[in-house]
């Protein structure tokens, strides 16, 4: 289901195989700095297919990124080829939302991987707020990645995962405790893909976090937050976006992107 050797090459790793916490921990860290989070595809009407060999073909061999169920679907077959127990989970997003702001559908993927026993939370497709480590599954306390620190509470059928910003603890999403099929994302990678209120349809929207920094760009706006230090932040003429995305992001932009590349300079002088 997977060429493991390309996956591995593709995020530069070259240590143990074993089906180790180490391991896991390594592959974590490594994915969101080198496939970055991206639904161009959306935005050029092209669909996003689920299907291995189309997500392979994207990801790991044409040097794209995609969105959570592209980037989790590769990660779950990755380390599942390396012996590791893992569960699709689906979540509603909760990031950027009011208490008072109704319902969302369940729209992103995560994993639960078990070692010894031990359940995790793996994610390397939430955006910008992208984890760069699993956490305990099963602890409520706050817990440290090499970015910001994660929590998780327990709330019945679900748990919400909060991140720690400056600013406090901001809700990221609520994940359902139920285990998915493959069919089960069909509905919401279509809802992601193609309804005109997903937020693919409307905004250009690229992130990478490496170990030096999070890379943030919401349709010409780019931010970048270096650790300890002030967020730097630019705003793009359509060059400058093109040149970005093929620098920070390490994107192959085609001339077919031109137009996106437009209407996202066009939505950020509206202040979208």
């Known amino acids: ?12 790793y070259d240590g143990p195989r074993e089906p180790t916490l180490a391991t896991l921990r390594a592959l ?23 299907v291995p060999e189309a997500v392979d073909a994207k990801l790991i061999h044409a040097g794209r990124g995609g969105y959570c169920f592209e980037q989790n679907d590769l990660f779950r077959r990755a380390l599942t080829a390396l012996g590791f127990a893992v569960e699709g989970l689906i979540a509603r997003v ?8 109704p319902p969302v559908p369940r729209s992103h993927m995560a994993l639960r991987v078990t070692i010894d026993g031990q359940r995790w939370l793996a994610d ?7 984890m ?18 994660y929590r998780l509470t327990d709330l019945g059928d679900e748990v919400r995962l909060d991140v720690q910003l400056p600013g406090g603890w901001a ?4 994940l359902s405790k139920a285990v998915q099929r493959e069919a089960d994302y ?18 250009l929207l690229v992130s990478m976090a490496t170990p ?5 760009l919401t349709n010409n706006h780019l931010t970048i937050r270096r650790r300890d230090l002030e967020p730097e932040r630019h705003v793009l003429g359509v060059d400058d976006l093109g040149h970005a995305l093929e620098t920070y992001f390490r994107l192959p932009v085609e001339a077919a992107w031109r137009p996106v590349l437009e209407r996202a300079v066009a939505a950020g002088a509206h202040g979208v």
Request: glycine share 6%; charged share 20%; net charge negative.
């Open 171 to 174: 809700a990221a999403y609520d």
């Open 186 to 203: 069909e509905p919401a990678n279509w809802f992601n893909a193609t309804h005109p209120a997903s937020i693919f349809r409307k905004v």
């Open 28 to 50: 974590h860290g490594l994915h969101p700095a080198r496939i970055p989070f991206e639904a161009v595809d959306v935005l050029l009407d092209r669909g996003v297919s689920l």
């Open 212 to 216: 030096q920094a999070r890379y943030m």
């Open 132 to 149: 760069t480590a699993p956490i305990r599954f099963d602890c409520a306390d706050a817990q440290p990645t090499p970015h910001e620190p």
């Open 1 to 12: 289901m997977i060429d493991l050797d390309a996956y591995l090459a593709r995020i530069g």
């Open 94 to 101: 909760q990031w950027m939302r009011a208490p008072d702001d």
């Open 124 to 130: 390397v497709g939430f955006g910008g707020c992208v």
